[in-house]
């Protein structure tokens, strides 16, 4: 699944219990009508991957929906949801990588004056 949309905010690492575990949260703003503001948590040695962003860039994140069941003291079920991010990549760079490409007019038209004699494609699918 992927998250797309502006980068509100970037928290700072967080370092958890005495092995260590480690979590940074970022927070999307959604371009839609009605615009969502998406956390989502990276864990461990995904942290670094926001490391290279910044407020405000054009995002698509891509994630994985988790979800756990926590038994209370009173014997009762609670259902948790999480939304952990793996991938991160800025839109801005994939807009520019079109934007070097030479505009369509000045590409040569493809030949089509084409004959029957071509050779019969003899693949068999």
Known sequence: ???????????????????????????????EQYPQMIMVEFLQ????????????????????????????????????NSINGWRIESLAQASSNTQNLPPVDQFQKAATNFTQEEPEDDLPF
């Open 1 to 31: 699944m992927e998250v797309i949309g502006n980068i509100k905010l970037i928290g700072d690492v967080q370092t958890f219990g005495s092995a260590g575990f480690r979590k940074r949260e970022l927070v999307v703003t959604t371009d």
């Open 45 to 80: 040695d995904k942290v670094d991957l926001l490391n290279n962003y910044k407020v405000g860039q054009d995002v698509k994140v891509s994630i994985n929906l988790r979800g756990r069941e926590w038994i209370n003291p009173q014997g009762e079920a609670k259902y948790f």
